[in-house]
Structure formats: C-alpha cells, structure tokens
C-alpha cells in the first residue's frame, strides 16, 4: 500500500483474507507469532462510493472514504478480473470525508470519470470495523496482520465481518502464506475470496450472493506458463470457496458450481501438468480427489431427483408408495449433505485451501530451476501444442466407442471434459473471429459429447441408486432400468458427437 501523504502510485497489494468465528478471536491474537508484535487497535468508519447503476463496480473498481480516528483516507482499488490476492490499489490522505476525485489522475479509476460518473457518485454502503494490527516479521517478510470484527451496512440490510487480513508489506509472498498457515494451525481460520466491497454490493442490491459460476478469463497473450496458471488456479480457487456456504445452506446450484470449480482446478492441473511438476502437485492432486469425491454423492442424488422424482411426481398420480419412497429419499440427501457439509467445515479441507492458494501463487514450481524454461515459455505456444496433443488423444480413444467399457468410455468423457475446460481457459488467447467460430463449434462438439458419455454414465449410476435402496416399486424399476436401445441410442449420438468435433478446424495457432 502507499504511504499516506506520498504521490499516488500503482502498487500491487498482496492480501489474503482469512473468516474466523468471533468466539476465537481471543485464541488467534494469543497466537506466540502475534503475541510478540506490538498491537495498535483502530476503529475504521469506511464509506463505499458509486453511482446508482454501479459504473465502477462493473469497470471492477472501488472508491472508498475511511476515517481512521487520525485523519481521512481515500483508496482506489483495481481488480483485473484475474488475480485473487494481488491487486492495483492507489491510497492518500485526503482533507476531508468526501472524495477528491482530482487525485484520480493517473489510477485506473481516472478513465471513468466522465460528466456522469463525476455528477452521480454518491455513498453506496459504509462499514464499521474495529481492528487490532500486528506488524509480524515472517521469513525476511515484514506482513501487516489484521484481525477485524464489525460489520457492513447499505439498504437497511447489514452483514457481519469477522475476518482476519495479512497483508504483505515486503518481502516474499511465501512468508505470507507460512504465516497464515501457522495462525490456522491454532484457530480454525478459513480462506475468504470476498471483499467487504464484494459484499457491501451485494448488499446494496438486496440480493443474495447465490451460486458463482466462473468468469471468463481475459489472459494476455504475452503472459508466461507462470502467470496464466496463477489466474486460472486463482480462478477455480475463487469458485470452489464462494459457494461452500450454499452448500452448507443445502443449496444445490452452489454444491453444483462447487463440484465444477473443483473440476476446473483438476483441469487445469492437468493442462499445466508438465510445468508445475513438483514434489507437492500428485499430494494436492489427492486432496483435490478427497473433496471432490466428498460431494459427489449429494450431487448425484441432486441430479436423481431432477431428473427422475419430480418428472415423475408431475407425470404419475402419486401413491403410497411414491410417497414413502420420497419420503426414503429426502432422508438419504439429507444425510449425503450433512456429509457434503462435514467435509468442508474440518480442518482438512480449511487446510487444503491454504496448502492450494499457497502452492498456486507461492509452490516449489514457481522456484526450481529444473522447471524454469517450462513456467518462462510462452503460454500461447503451450496452449496450442496442449489443445492439440489432447484433441488427438480424444479423437484416436473414441474411434469406435462401441468396442470400449462403460470405464473407458467415462475416461474419454473426462479427456473430453478437461479439455472443454482448456479450450474455455485458453480461449482469450485466440480472438481473431475465425478463431472464436472454431472454438464455438469445439466447445458446442465437446459439451455434447460430455452430454451424451455423461448420460451413458447416469444410466449405470441410476442402476446403482436403485440397488442401494431407492426402491420406486416395480413399475418405476422397470422404466428407469437401462435398457439395451437406450445404450445404443446414445452411443450413436455420441459416437456422432466424435466425428463432428472431429471436422472441427483448429483455432489455436502460436503465431
């Protein structure tokens, strides 16, 4: 962050959030690492500014009045859609609690600032946040600790904050990421991905956050191996953490964007398999399995019941059975979410989190030696060369999918998977309209295939739902039991798929 008094200039605040109960927050400043440090305790009143139909929100900026007991603060914060603890920030003492936008010049906040934007800024949502700071030296770090509880407050609505913020201030981002892992080792500190302007807009709307899918990703062209897989892990990463509290809330599109950050993040693992090769990717690699595999049944019984119970409810007049049988089942969701919910409340997954946001930003690969011509290389190059390694590898595999297994099918629908998934993280890298045609018709050609193999799977695992004990009477058995023409039907529909995503002209070129 800039000195309060100084020029503005274009720092890169390197930040991570950590959300902790309240009852522990005596426990993490008992912590010896803080214990240590000088504490100075602040009461910070901050004022959010935006116009009504929220401008800089959409241009992914932040304007923020803080008074700080001392004097008043004015801060503009920048994301780039890309980075999740790194972002541009611009901050100066400032006369009074008013904006002063002439100090604007040269932020990214400055190109906005028209007639309109300068005539309808107004406050949007405040906070109030009483905060104890530490100033901790880690490694050969020097990282500014602090631990927040109050709220925020816009549209009469209000949300509590109790989060803990480490804010390196110089030195290594690693040191950062060890601290944060030892605070966690004594209090259940969980990963946080939201602002408190993130937060302050959702409430501003009055809406709730809901599921979040995953944004397009903006890479550039001239970006490493390194840095694109920093944005695309920090993309996934993003996605699993905003929607664990849905799914503890039992909301099912949240477990299902849950699922697909996971997924994403194997994914792009996968992609950049050869560059960040290091002692630690086959043990986060598990981890990742473990919690994937955690709330797979929750899903399953998800996709069961849209699939098949409520078609059923709408299209049969219901009976004692039916409704015993639904009864049965609620019972069984009900106990795979409090499994689902479990797992993403224990220390193992807390610890998974910081052990994947530490290994994307800060892991051995970033280091060795042995890997550096690898994370320097150019990401076009490496994602052409990718897509078109795995594209053959999916063509040659479902040459003829009759002659395979149900195993290896569901492997080809995860090659097909993953590599819809690189096509959707690579697919700023190829702009040129041609380019974006192919890549439609790529993308259309493998959510088909993944459709048509998925559906095949389901087939298998409504067989298996049926058998553990999801009776529906012999009448339901007998319409949802696979059926030999059901099994051909897709595999023509699929093997259809295959040839059409075959005569699909590659879009990914390195010049």
Known sequence: MADAGTEPREPREFELKLEFDPADRAAIEAHPLLAASTR???????????????????ARLCLRLRDTGRGFVQTIKASDGVQLFDRPEWEQEVPRFEPDLSLAAGTALEPLLNAHVRETLQPLFHTRIDRDVYRVASGGSEIEVAVDLGEIEAAERRAPVHEVELELKRGNPADLFRLAKALAADAPLTLAVKTKAERGYELARKAEPGAEKAERLDLDRTMTCQQAFRA??????????????????????????MRIGLRRMRAAIAAFAKVVADAEQDRIK??????????????DLDVFEADILK???????????????????????????RTTVTAIRSARYRHVLLDLAEWIEAGPWTTDDKLRKKRERNIVEHAAKMLERVGKKIKKAGANLRDLTPKQRHKIRIKAKNLRYAVEFFASLFPDDKDAKRREAALSALKDLQDELGA?????????LIANGHELGAHAEALLASKESDVDRLLDRAQAVLSRFAEVKPFWHEG
């Open 456 to 464: 095949l799977n389901d087939l298998a695992q409504r067989d298996a």
């Open 40 to 58: 100075k305790e602040q009461r910070l009143n901050s004022i959010y500014f935006d116009t009504a139909d929220h401008v800089l929100q959409k």
């Open 311 to 337: 078609p059923m409810a709408e299209s049969h007049v219901p009976d004692a059975d039916f409704a015993a049988t639904r009864l049965a089942f609620d019972e069984s969701r009900a106990k795979a979410y």
């Open 232 to 257: 695309i892990g920090e993309s996934c990463l993003r996605q699993m953490v905003a929607n664990a509290p849905g799914v503890i809330a039992g909301n099912a599109p949240n477990l299902h964007q």
């Open 286 to 299: 598990v981890e990742l399995k473990w919690i994937t595999n955690e709330l797979g049944p929750a899903r």
